[in-house]
């Protein structure tokens, strides 16, 4: 009561460690009686472990332990007593239970839980047994064990009572279907009679036993659960030995094991569990320890399948299995003759081994044990030996496992080994010494990262399936011997691995790099081991060598590796070997980077080293006499070799030696000495000689043509190459490339296929298209077929053919046959080859042309040259075979003929017959016939054959089985045509022809044929059995004729045979008799049909008929026929009933009906049961039309024939066990229109099948096939289709669930509504829902799928209305109303208006209070695109505009009073009606005003504009408030004109009115003035809706304009207004069209499809390409403009661009059809596109223009169309891109064209054409010329002239000038260059420049004036000008130098040289009369006099007081005299007018 139930009671008692509570036994009956098993359960674990717990407590109160005097000890027997009631309660109520089929779980589950419970109790008592020690105790204990037993016994009589009544309910059930119902028996009566017979059944079961063995008794017994009467039984049998308990179990799993054996895993099982074992445990057990391999495989299966096995187990049944299937064989006698080397050998040493161990044992272990089992299979002696037990696999480590494994698996290409690790696959090698395969295994592993794979063969098994090792694997390798372990080293050293002891030990090192080569190799073999390691070994190698003297290794060792000599000498710093620094110091010269010095050092150390201690300098070397090694030495000091000027001079580069030392030392070289020491001093040198004025008239080349790139080579002229060619360089590519497009061809001959498909689709899907054209997909094949075939011996090739055809979808099987043929062919031939290398090379390469060719011609010539390829293989076929050693007629031999075989089959030839011929030799007869088996070879080849059998009786065996087959083929075939021509076919002709034979009828033409009409049947029938009866006939089986032909006689002699025989068919249930019957005159076919049917029943149902319908068979009628077929039908006897009927019923319509239900039922075979069905429909045509006497034969009418055939049906729709195959025979009935047979009734089995498709679709368990497929009532189908619909409805499963209601006919909507309630449920139950967004977007997802499943809109309504009521916001509720009403009104809305009203109103209300208590500025409408994807309010079509466009419907007027509003209130309504009307939804607002009562002077506005524009509405007829707003007009307003554009952009609210534009059209009458003007007044009082006002305006002017009604503007179609608009002469059209677009609903794509179809036929018309006359939007030869003023109608002028583009593209289709016009348009579309792409920016459309135009040129080009390439040059405009136009016209002489008239005014193409010709034609100086001349471009002139004097000025670079004509000559044309250029220069105003070529025109003649003194004044350097024109003594043409070189700054340096030191007043006067001479100029030149060395001009201070005449500063003068003593100057100073300034300044210093 307090925990609410017993098992959570036993929970807490657990949970607390409580002892169990004792539950009374009335809640035990209580329990019981409410069949609550858990009270049971619970009842029975409370009284566990009583016996341990009495126990415990007899212990306690014998030693005393906290026991109480005098408390009383209950016993153990007293305990059991205690439990009596329980289990008497118990028992009695399963007792109860046997008899009730519905209590019959319940019973047993008790049954079982108290039969457990007191096994429980007997183990229990047993383990107190064991620790019991008092005698009291042990007989208390003894006592409770037998009540325990009875208590058991008890239990087990109960549970043979279940077991008697389930076997008395399958009888019942089997044969009590007709007998009259008996009473029921009650359980009481059952268990008394069951206890009664108990004695009986003892005897009756020990008699059994008598007839049995020992085993099948022991077996009984456990299968019966009698073990203590098995037990009896045994004893008294004196099988004492046997009748123990461990015996019997020992012998059930002996049985066990014998049942496993043969696969009888169920029955071993169950007699485990009979004899209470645990199952699981005693098959383990089994598997343990059993020698027999599949008795352990099947008891793993069965553990493994019921997950009764732990981790290790199931690893060891795994590893077991893959042990068994590595080693198969367990034979061990077999294995060990077939391996001769394993035998014992009979050498003296084995002899003597054998006899050792026979004396130090007791047994004789040198005997051969055998086989360890008996049944051992013979076949597999060559493979793999084990004979282990699993037992025996426990024991072993992880690691022993594989290493057994890997024994056989590394030696078997393939095999898995990727599972093993490394380490064990490498234990086990080095175990083995496995060398080879371990060096290849290190090589695989480390080859990569040294790149030293090169070379090396392709990995062989198992190396190429190993994992690569790692480094450690080095240490490991002392599981091998010693020379192994060397070879192991040195592989691993090779990749710089070396092991520990190597690392440490240098010698050991230097030993393992010994074996690989030593350290003189690159790389290094401790490149890897890391820079510390590389350095050690570095160092320690370095002292090696010095501590043993060998320098020379040394040196090897230091170079190979590029030691750094810094540390190298760091390292040998300790050492003090004498060669040891000259060693360093060599090492030096050859790795430092200043040679010199180390040369230097060296070669002093070498000089120490060969000459002593003496020589250790230059001027020791010098002394000793050694000068030659002096100066040699010298060569490379630091110390630079100068004249020596003064005789006692000390020389540093000799030491310090003074000269006379030196010069007397040089004296034995002359030439040293004079150039040390000079006697004069030398002409400077001369310059030396390039090496291209050498190449000048000594080489086949001009170096002035060449070598341009070189800077030194001063001969290059213009026309030299400036850039080194290189095979790369574009230019020559361009001229002298080859370049071919690969195609998938060269890539299959490459071997990639991959690239070869991709290329192959590129190829045919480059011009557009989705689909390939089978035609190529064929030649592509056929090519990939040809390519694979002719490279058949090369896999590579021939591989990639075959990927390539599987690639594109096409079976290869012809490819893979035809390559191994091939290669079979040719490996045959090949054979043969022999003599030397080159000749067998050259017979091979034949041999696989030969096969080619034969192949070849195979593919191309088909059957005709098959024959030859088939001859050739046969022979190689045979050759195969004889080289294997097989019998030409094995097993082996036949799987070689499998291609040849398929080589017939696939070429249609006739089918090889060498195997079959060599069989036949042989006498080989079974493979003779499975070999044609399985090849289907044809009979009549095989007939063929048959002679070369030798044997005859052979022959007729093969040749009877062939006919045999012959004639059941022709059977089936027969069969098959009579199935059409039953009407051509006598019934009973086989039967009379038998007949007759027999001797039962005579003579073959008597009619044996019997009525058709089944009535009168039985009337004869029932007339004549009053003849039989007068006979008297009692026909049973004892008293029936023992034969036929007794039988037969007997029925002869009655008078009436027929009717005899058929009692005697029925009684004897011999069906020949029936059959023999109906070949008798008078017979009744429907008789002899039942008669039939009926000795065909069983046993049973044979009996039970007889009783229900008689034995008369001449009584039977079509009613007894009917209930046959039941019969029939419910047993499933199918193929019974089509026999009968096959005999007497071959034209029944049933017949195939019946065949039909056969094939379904026991076959499946559904393809039959489609071809049975249409003969069935065919059949019951020919019998409802036809009156043949075939038809008439038949039983029954077409109504018999419908009821039976239905009944059929509902049958197996109503038994078939499976939905799939109940679905399946829906599907047949429905795809066959098995409907179309049945009159009386209309069965829907399309609808059936569906139904049934979509239940097994989706798995709907709970399903009543009989209500749904049979239903009786409309009611009955519908409640069971909702049952399912609401199952699917649980699963969510709701596409299904309205699928199937849609099927049954039946309403769908509350699966769509419990649809979006659960998907809201979801929603909640997350935080999703707390967002307004979500929430949005769930309601609006529930209209979709309201509208997308057509919910009826009063079902949407009341779901809205629901959902609303759980809101809280005004905003939402308004959305969510909104929602409904849409959806609504696109379902249609059928509800009443008053509940659409409601919804609407309450959509408003719930807005304005939105709006009232809105703080935001964003309305609601504002912010509902936001939440919906397809808006709200806003989102209407452009129909909804237009229709409101031309609403004129009422509003209240300003004088209604509002609805019960508020102001704040009807504020609202008036802001929201304004945002509706702003949108467009002028009707919209008006309904919404309407419904509240409140007027809006903007919505009045905006009426009174639609209603003037109609003209509903005069000015005149306006309302008052409306005249008011005009008389009191806003401000100055001027009226604009018709033409004045109406600023209106796309999603904008705001309106630019544009009012300065005059008035242009005046062709609009007053009355409309009159209506514009004062609409666009009212268009000023707007304060809501401008864009809407606006709208109307323009679309009113557009209709003044066109003359058309504004309804027309306004519904008419927009590209039809825009068409009109752009049609008239109005001035404005254009302004008015962007208008009308800015306010129409046109796309810009749509906008600029339609321009660009105006514009292409435009320009159409303009070049006369269509006839007729057309009118143009305007004209393309006239005014380019108005293409301007379209282009501004598109918003992306780019999508026009595309469109004109795309217009290109498709003129261009046919090339042939390319004529002038086609190409002009072209080119002016490109011009056209180019402008649209420009105006938008977008530069990849400018590109695809730009290579459109160069695709266009080359056809312009081709034909001729020079003209064109120049409009199409200048208009594009972009000439840098376009520079192959200028290279076409200058290769086709037409690049005049670019100098026409009109062209001077294209500013960039005159630039445009002078770059090209600069950069193309830099040479061509007359065109560029002409081009300057022709557009007047004077400065490019000059720039070209200048650019050629610059030129020619370069070239008298480095070349002395010298006074010859031809010098003159170039100096000359340079002076013309510059001073043409500055004339033209000065033309173009570019003064600057026109100086600048004047003043080197000067210096280039002041150049020719000093030619002849060989002075040089060009091409002077800034140093070298400067110089000059200090020393220059004449200042005009020093200027000229200064003003040429630009040098103004060395001015003073000339004053000083030319007037201060020479006195050249001339020059000073020059001087002044060009530069100011300033006081800083004077004190400049006065100080490079002081600073000069030389002084020595005595004329110097009088020239400077001339200098300072000039000078007009005092003080500059003043100190200037000051410092040079210039005293007269100072004293004229001093007492001139300057005296006071002087005295002034100089105080103040």
Request: glycine letters at 4%.
């Amino acid at each position: 009561m307090i925990y609410g139930g017993a098992s959570l009671v036993d929970t807490v008692c657990q949970l607390n460690s409580w002892g169990r509570s004792s539950m009374p036994i009335h809640t035990l009956e209580v329990g019981l009686k409410h069949r609550q098993l858990d009270t049971v359960t619970f009842f029975l674990k409370s009284k566990e472990k009583i016996f341990t717990s009495t126990h415990s407590a007899f212990v306690k109160h014998k030693g005393g332990v906290n026991a109480p005097t005098g408390e009383s000890f209950m016993s153990h027997l007293d305990v059991v007593q205690q439990l009596e009631p329980a289990v008497t309660v118990i028992l009695d109520t399963v007792r109860g239970t046997v008899g009730d089929n519905h209590s019959h779980s319940f019973g047993k589950d008790v049954l079982d839980s108290c039969i457990d419970f007191l096994y429980e109790l007997l183990l229990d008592s047993l383990s107190v047994s064991v620790s019991v020690t008092s005698e009291r105790e042990n007989t208390d204990l003894q006592h409770a064990t037998e009540k325990l037993l009875e208590y058991i016994e008890r239990t087990r009589e109960c549970i043979r009572m279940f077991e008697g009544r389930s076997l008395m309910s399958r009888s019942e059930s089997m044969s009590l279907t007709s007998a009259s119902p008996a009473s029921p028996t009650s359980p009481t009566s059952l268990t008394t009679t069951t206890s009664d017979s108990l004695t009986q059944n003892n005897q009756s079961l020990f008699t059994q036993w008598d007839q049995m063995d020992i085993e099948t008794v022991i077996e009984d017994g456990v299968m019966k659960n009698v073990l203590p009467d098995l037990q009896q039984y045994l004893l008294q049998e004196k099988e004492y030995s046997r009748g123990s308990y461990q015996q019997i179990k020992s012998t059930c799993v002996s049985l066990a094991t014998n049942y496993i054996k043969y696969g009888n895993m169920g029955k071993a099982k169950e007699i485990l569990m009979k004899l209470g074992l645990n199952v699981s445990e005693e098959l383990w057990k089994m598997a343990l320890y059993t020698l027999d391999i599949n008795i352990c495989n099947s008891i793993t299966e069965e553990l493994l399948k019921s997950s009764k096995l732990n981790e290790e187990q199931v690893a060891m049944v795994t590893f077991f299995k893959q042990l068994n299937e590595i080693y198969p064989c367990r034979n061990f006698e077999a294995i060990q003759k077939s391996h001769h080397h394993v035998k014992d050998s009979d050498s003296h040493e084995v002899v003597r081994l054998k006899s050792l161990i026979n004396q130090t044992s007791t047994y004789d272990l040198t005997e051969s044990c055998g086989n360890l089992t008996s049944h051992v299979r013979d076949d597999l002696s060559d493979e793999n030996y084990n004979e282990v037990m699993l037992a025996w696999v426990k024991h072993w480590s992880p690691s022993t496992r594989d290493l057994v494994l890997l024994d056989v698996l590394l030696h078997q290409p393939g095999s898995n080994i990727e599972r093993f690790s490394k380490e064990v696959i490498w234990d086990y090698f080095l175990s083995r010494n496995r060398d080879d395969v371990l060096v290849a295994w290190i090589h695989k592993s480390f080859s990569e990262d040294k790149h030293l794979s090169t070379g090396h063969k392709e990995d062989k098994w198992p190396v190429s399936h190993l994992p690569k090792l790692t480094a450690d694997f080095v240490n490991k390798t002392d599981k091998c011997t010693g020379r192994v372990r060397e070879i192991i080293l040195t592989a691993f050293a090779r990749y710089g691995l070396f092991t520990q002891e190597a690392s440490s030990s240098f010698q050991v090192l230097l030993k393992r790099l010994n074996g690989i080569g030593g350290p003189l190799q690159l790389l290094h073999p401790l490149e890897t081991c890391g820079a510390n390691a590389l350095q050690q070994f570095h160092a320690d190698i370095i002292q090696y060598c010095i501590q043993h003297n060998l320098q020379y290794f040394l040196w090897l060792y230091v170079h190979f590796h590029r030691l750094d000599v810094e540390w190298l000498t760091h390292v040998c710093d300790s050492y003090t070997n004498n060669w040891l620094t000259l060693f360093l110091k060599f090492i030096s010269i050859t790795k430092s980077d200043l040679f010199g010095q180390c040369m230097f050092e060296g070669s002093l150390t070498n000089s120490v080293a060969v000459w002593g201690e003496e020589s250790g300098s230059v001027g020791q070397l010098l002394q000793s006499g050694h000068t030659l090694a002096a100066l040699a030495i010298l060569m490379y000091s630091h110390h630079k070799l100068q004249q020596v000027t003064f005789v006692t001079q000390q020389l540093e580069a000799f030491d310090g030696l003074s000269s006379e030392i030196v010069e007397s030392a040089l004296q034995s070289y002359p030439k040293l000495q004079v150039t040390l020491f000079p006697a004069s001093v030398t002409d400077l040198p001369h310059t030396d000689v390039s090496v291209y004025q050498l190449l000048v008239g000594n080489a086949p080349f001009d170096p002035a043509k060449l070598f341009g790139w070189q800077t030194t080579n001063t001969l290059a002229g213009e026309d030299s190459v400036l850039e080194m060619p290189y095979f790369s360089h574009p230019e020559l590519v361009k001229r002298y490339g080859y370049s071919e497009h690969l195609k998938y061809i060269y890539y299959l001959k490459q071997a990639r296929p991959s690239f070869a498909f991709i290329t192959f689709l590129a190829e045919e899907f480059k011009h557009g298209g989705s689909n390939l054209p089978a035609k190529r997909l064929a030649v592509s094949i056929g090519t990939s077929l040809w390519i694979g075939v002719k490279h058949f011996h090369n896999s590579q090739i021939s591989s990639s053919c075959v990927m390539f055809q599987e690639l594109l979808g096409h079976d290869s099987i012809m490819l893979r046959l035809y390559i191994d043929v091939g290669c079979k062919i040719l490996a045959y031939r090949n054979q043969a080859v022999t003599g030397t290398m080159d000749k067998r090379r050259e017979q091979v390469r034949r041999n696989e042309q030969d096969v080619v060719e034969m192949l070849l011609d195979c593919i191309q010539m088909g059957r005709q040259f098959s024959s030859t390829v088939l001859e050739a293989l046969e022979a190689a076929t045979l050759a195969a075979i004889t080289r294997e050693k097989l019998k030409l007629y094995s097993y082996e031999a036949s799987k070689f003929w499998t291609l040849v075989v398929l080589f017939c089959h696939l070429h249609q030839l006739p089918y090889t017959t060498v195997f079959l011929e060599s069989c036949a030799e042989a006498k080989q007869w079974l493979p003779f016939v499975w070999f044609a088996q399985i090849y289907q070879y044809p009979k009549e080849q095989l007939q063929n054959l048959l002679h070369k059998f030798e044997s005859s009786n052979l022959q007729e065996h093969l040749r009877y089985i062939l006919v045999n087959a012959e004639v059941r083929t022709t059977q089936a075939e027969v069969k098959k045509v009579q199935a059409k021509h039953r009407s051509e076919r006598v019934a009973k002709d086989m039967r009379s022809n038998l007949y007759s034979r027999i001797g039962l009828v005579k003579g073959a033409d008597s009619d044996m044929s019997s009525t058709s009409d089944d009535e009168h049947d039985d009337g004869k029938m029932t007339g004549k059995n009053d003849d039989i009866q007068d006979e008297n006939i009692e026909v049973n089986v004892n008293s029936a004729p023992a034969d036929v032909f007794g039988v037969v006689f007997a029925a002869q002699a009655t008078k009436q045979p027929a009717k005899s025989l058929l009692l005697y068919a029925v009684t004897l249930r011999n069906t020949l008799f029936a059959e023999l019957a109906a070949s008798l005159e008078g017979a009744s076919v429907l008789v002899c049909l039942c008669s039939w049917l009926v000795a065909m029943m069983d046993v049973t149902e044979h009996a039970q008929f007889l009783e229900n319908y008689g034995k008369s068979p001449w009584r039977y009628t079509i009613h007894t026929l009917d209930a046959i077929l039941d019969l029939y039908i419910s047993k499933k006897w199918g193929s019974l009933l089509v026999t009968g009927f096959d005999i007497f019923q071959q034209s029944s319509p049933l017949l195939p009906f019946l065949q039909f239900y056969t094939e379904f039922s026991e076959k499946q075979n559904y393809c039959n049961c489609r071809l049975l069905l249409e003969e069935f429909k065919e059949s019951v045509f020919q019998f409802n039309h036809e009156k043949s006497v075939r038809v008439l034969e038949c039983i029954g009418d077409s109504d018999w024939l419908e009821k039976t055939t239905y009944r059929i049906i509902q049958y197996m729709l109503t038994s078939t066990p499976s939905v799939h195959k109940v679905t399946q025979l829906l599907k047949i009935l429905d795809s066959e229109s098995i409907t179309l047979v049945f009159k009386q009734v209309d069965p829907d089995f399309r609808r059936q099948s569906q139904l049934l498709q979509c239940i097994e679709d989706t798995e709907i368990e709970q399903v009543n096939f009989t209500s749904l497929l049979v239903p009786s009532t409309t009611e009955q189908f519908e409640k069971e289709c909702l049952v399912i619909i609401d199952q699917l409805i649980n699963k969510q499963k709701f596409h299904e669930g309205r699928k199937f209601a849609k099927i049954a006919g039946i309403g769908c909507d509350h699966v769509t509504i419990q649809q979006v309630k659960q998907e809201k449920d979801r929603l909640c139950s997350t935080d999703l829902w707390q967002s307004r967004q979500a929430r949005f977007k769930f309601y609006k997802d529930c209209t979709i799928k309201f509208k997308k499943h057509k919910i009826l809109p009063e079902t949407v309504a009341e779901f809205f209305k629901t959902e609303v009521e759980k809101i809280e916001s005004a905003s939402e509720k308004a959305s969510v109303y909104d929602l409904c009403l849409q959806c609504m009104e696109q379902l249609g809305n059928t509800c009443d208006t008053e509940s659409w009203s409601q919804i609407y109103r309450m959509i408003w209300l719930n807005r304005i209070q939105d709006k009232l208590s809105s703080t935001t500025v964003t309305t609601m409408i504002d912010s509902k695109p936001d939440l919906f994807s397809e808006g709200n309010v806003n989102d209407k079509e452009s129909t909804g505009v237009k229709t409101d466009l031309m609403f004129c419907g009422k509003m209240p007027s300003s004088s209604d009073v509002p609805d019960n509003l508020s102001t704040q209130e009807v504020k609202a309504i008036q802001e929201l009606a304004g945002e509706l009307f702003h949108a467009g939804k002028v009707a919209e607002s008006c309904r919404l005003l309407t419904e509240f009562n409140v007027y809006l002077q903007d919505l009045a506005i905006v009426l009174t504009c639609i209603r003037l524009s109609v003209g509903s509405l005069s000015l005149d007829t306006m309302s008052p408030e409306i005249l008011h707003l005009l008389r009191s007009r806003p401000g100055d307003i001027h009226r604009q004109s018709i033409a004045a554009p109406v600023a209106l952009l796309r999603n904008s609210s705001t309106i630019s009115l544009m009012s300065n534009i005059q008035p242009v059209i005046d062709s609009v009458s007053m009355e409309n003035e009159a209506k514009i003007s004062a609409m666009e007044c009212l268009l000023n009082h707007l304060q809501n809706g401008r864009p809407t006002c606006i709208r109307i305006i323009t679309a009113f002017k557009i209709a003044a304009v066109l003359y058309i009604g504004y309804d027309d503007v306004i519904s008419s179609e927009d590209f039809f207004i825009l068409k009109s608009l752009l049609k008239t002469n109005c001035s404005a059209k254009f302004r008015l069209s962007a208008d009308f677009l800015a306010t129409s609903s046109l796309s810009a794509q749509q906008v600029a499809g339609f321009l660009s179809d105006a514009i292409l036929q435009s320009y159409k018309v303009s070049i006369g390409d269509t006839e007729g006359n057309q009118e143009l939007f305007f004209d393309p030869s006239e005014n380019f403009a108005d293409f301007h003023q379209i282009v501004r109608l598109c918003q992306e002028p780019s999508l026009l661009g595309n469109r004109l583009l795309d217009s290109v593209a498709s003129l261009s289709g046919n090339l042939e059809q390319l004529n002038d016009k086609v190409l002009t348009l072209q080119t002016e579309l490109l011009i056209l596109a180019h402008e649209c792409y420009t105006a938008s920016c977008d530069m990849e459309g400018i590109s695809n223009i730009l290579r459109a135009a160069r695709i266009l040129t080359l056809h312009l080009q081709a034909a001729g169309e020079h003209q064109l390439m120049t409009r199409l040059l200048t208009g594009v405009g972009r000439y840098n891109e376009m520079t192959y136009i200028f290279d076409a016209l200058q290769q086709n002489h037409q690049f005049e064209l670019l100098l026409g008239k009109g062209k001077e005014k294209e500013t960039k193409l005159k630039t445009a054409i002078l770059d090209y010709l600069k950069r193309y034609h830099p040479s061509d100086t007359d065109t560029y010329t002409m081009v300057a001349l022709k557009f007047m471009m004077y400065r490019e002139i000059a720039q070209l002239l200048e650019d050629n004097a610059n030129k020619a000025l370069d070239k008298l670079k480095g070349k002395p000038l010298e006074n010859t004509n031809e010098c003159q000559g170039t100096l000359q044309k340079i002076a013309q260059y510059l001073s043409e250029a500055a004339e033209s220069y000065i033309k173009d105003s570019c003064v600057r420049h026109a100086q600048d070529c004047v003043r080197k025109a000067r210096l280039v003649a002041l150049q020719m004036k000093y030619l002849q003194s060989n002075q040089q004044f060009i091409n002077l350097t800034t140093k070298g000008a400067s110089l000059l024109i200090a020393d220059h003594p004449v200042f005009t043409e020093a200027y000229i130098i200064s003003e040429a070189y630009k040098q103004k700054g060395n001015w003073p340096q000339a004053l000083c040289n030319n007037v201060i030191k020479l006195g050249n007043m001339k020059y000073l006067q020059d001087f002044r009369s060009h530069i100011r001479i300033t006081p800083s100029l004077v004190e400049d030149a006065v100080d490079r006099y002081q600073q000069c060395a030389d002084k020595t001009a005595q004329q110097a201070p009088a020239n400077i007081k001339k200098l300072l005449q000039f000078c007009k500063d005092i003080k500059v003068k003043y100190r200037i005299a000051k410092q040079l003593s210039l005293r007269d100057v100072v004293l004229t100073l001093e007492k001139g007018d300057a005296k006071n300034y002087i005295l002034d300044f100089t105080s103040g210093q």
